[in-house]
Structures are given as structure tokens and as C-alpha cells.
């Protein structure tokens, strides 16, 4: 029956996309609440392959569901089940940093790699391992990277200076920067809680009187944004924005990086809810056809 893109509700415009760039049939997970808080997921049948399309955010709430249309789409006949997650959770922790704390990379990574047959994601957030696939052993785990869409969303950038928040975001604004010769500062950052950042930039001064550009792989409360905008404004950039894979803040957050002073954040559409203004689709659609995921 060839292939066809299963998608959430949630992610049904992303997902939209996707299909139309593949040239494939696109069906609705659809998903019933109960009163007690339980889910009760359909698919239709298929008997080719299954792409499922979801996001991670919010993972809590939605890996129960993904799993259960996972299931659904086994036991009604798909030959391959694929996991195309453009945002991946549970990745940032890899190892026990305390005693008894669980290792969510391994076990969120193990429990997909029981269920998918292949996995794709955009830009995770992985610190000590170089692939997904040292993570996900007998399954097919494809890491791919937005900066060629981030970079070509810069074509006005000319002059500006690329900062990295952290020693984290160093790949992500290397990468950006590259193709169009562009400047780069990396941050050093030290966090004390969720939303307790200080940050020093090496070089700051370089700034002054050029546009600044913030880059990171994810905004989650946008609190190392907002510490590095300040430090740039202090030091005389004349324009601060913001460029990101991944927005996972909620509107207080989006406004408090604005009060900040960052005149502009965009980022892709891997996250449905946020409305991301870089479609993915054509990055991941490109992955797909590579990989061999079409029947």
C-alpha cells in the first residue's frame, strides 16, 4: 500500500506539510479522552509503511498516546512503524548526576527503539554521545540538523555578530555562521536552576555597534536569552534577535524576551503550539527519501 503520514492533532499543519513534500497520504491519529484521564487511540489500517508523526514536548502527557497509536498501527497490519519526532525530550539527561537518579535518555531512547522500527528528529540535545543511535542499538536513528534552514533565514544578516549562549550552543552557531562568513562569540553559562543564569561572553565588545544574533538549539523559559540580550545591549549592539530549532516557552516567556529587548525570535515549526515560522518539512522530507523510508 505504499506509505503514508500518521499525524496528531496537534501536529496536523507541520504535519500537513510534510506530506504534501513527500507526496503522501495523510491520516489523523485520533485520539478520545476519558474522564479519569485515559486515552483511547485510532488509526486506520495499514499494511505499508507508517510514518507517526509527534513532537516531544510536552512529552509527558504524549508518549503514553504515541505508543499506543505505535501499537494500533502494528496490529493493524503496518509492515514498518517510523517515528518522525522533530522535537526529541528527555535527551539532556545521559547520565545519574546524583545518586539515585534515573538516566530518562536511556530509558525514553530504549523504550522508542522497542516500538519504531526507525526514529528521525531534528537538533537533539545530546551532550556525551555523537549519535541517537549509540542509544537506540537495532534501530533506525536519524539525526539531522536545521542549520542550513536557520542560516538561510539570515540572508539580511550582513554584518551581524552570531552569539552562542553556552559551550553547548557551539555546534548550532558554528554551523550558522559558516555558510555566511559571519562572526561568532560563544557564551559561558552557569546554572544555578531552571530559571537562575549567569552569563559571562569572551569578547563581547566585538559587538558594538553591530546587530547581534542569539542562536540555540532550544528556548525553553527563554532565561538565558533574556541574561545574554542584556549583556549585549550593555554592550552596545545596536539590534538583538534570536534564532532557534526549537521553542518550547509559553507567551509569558515570549514577552518577557521581548521586554528584554530581543526584537525578533524566530524558529522552525518543530514545535506545532508555538508557531514556528521555518517549516521543517523539506529538511525532514529529504531525510526520509535518503534513508530509503518510502515503500
Known amino acids: 500500500m505504499g506509505t503514508a503520514l500518521f499525524a496528531f492533532a496537534e501536529c496536523a499543519e507541520p504535519a500537513a506539510r510534510l506530506a504534501q513534500e513527500l507526496g503522501i497520504a495523510l491520516r489523523e491519529v485520533s485520539v478520545h479522552h476519558f474522564p479519569d484521564g ?22 509527558n502527557a504524549r508518549l503514553v498516546e504515541l505508543l499506543l497509536a505505535a501499537s494500533a498501527l502494528r496490529e493493524n497490519g503496518a509492515r514498518r512503524v517510523m517515528l518522525i519526532a522533530p522535537y526529541l525530550a528527555y535527551m539532556r539527561q545521559d547520565i545519574a548526576f546524583h545518586p539515585g537518579e534515573a538516566v530518562s535518555q536511556r530509558v525514553i531512547a530504549g523504550l522508542l527503539a522497542h516500538w519504531f522500527d526507525g526514529v528521525l528528529t531534528v537538533d537533539p540535545h545530546l551532550h556525551r554521545i555523537a549519535t541517537l543511535a549509540e542509544v537506540m542499538p537495532g534501530t533506525d536513528a536519524v539525526c539531522i540538523t536545521a542549520a542550513p534552514l536557520l542560516s538561510a533565514a539570515l540572508v539580511r544578516a550582513a554584518g551581524a555578530v552570531l552569539v552562542g549562549p553556552d559551550s553547548e550552543s557551539r555546534q548550532w552557531v558554528t554551523a550558522i555562521a559558516a555558510p555566511l562568513g559571519l562572526d561568532v562569540l560563544v557564551g559561558e553559562k552557569i546554572r544555578s536552576g531552571d530559571r537562575q ?21 532550544v528556548v525553553s523559559s527563554g532565561q538565558t536569552l533574556i541574561e545574554a540580550a542584556q549583556l549585549l545591549r550593555q554592550a552596545g549592539a545596536t539590534r538583538i534577535e534570536a534564532l532557534a530549532t526549537h521553542c518550547l516557552a509559553r507567551q509569558v516567556d515570549l514577552a518577557r524576551m521581548e521586554e528584554a529587548g530581543i526584537a525578533e525570535l524566530r524558529f522552525t515549526d518543530s514545535v506545532g ?3 514556528g515560522t521555518i517549516p521543517l518539512a523539506p529538511l525532514i522530507a529529504e531525510a526520509i527519501r535518503t534513508q530509503g523510508w518510502l515503500d
Open 38 to 59: 485515559e486515552s483511547l487511540v485510532r488509526v486506520d489500517p495499514w499494511e505499508g509503511t507508517a510514518l507517526l508523526y509527534r513532537s516531544l514536548d510536552d512529552p
Open 197 to 217: 543564569v549567569a552569563i559571562r561572553i569572551p569578547g563581547i565588545e566585538r559587538v558594538r555597534g553591530r546587530p547581534a544574533v542569539l542562536v540555540d538549539d
Open 273 to 275: 503550539r508555538s508557531g
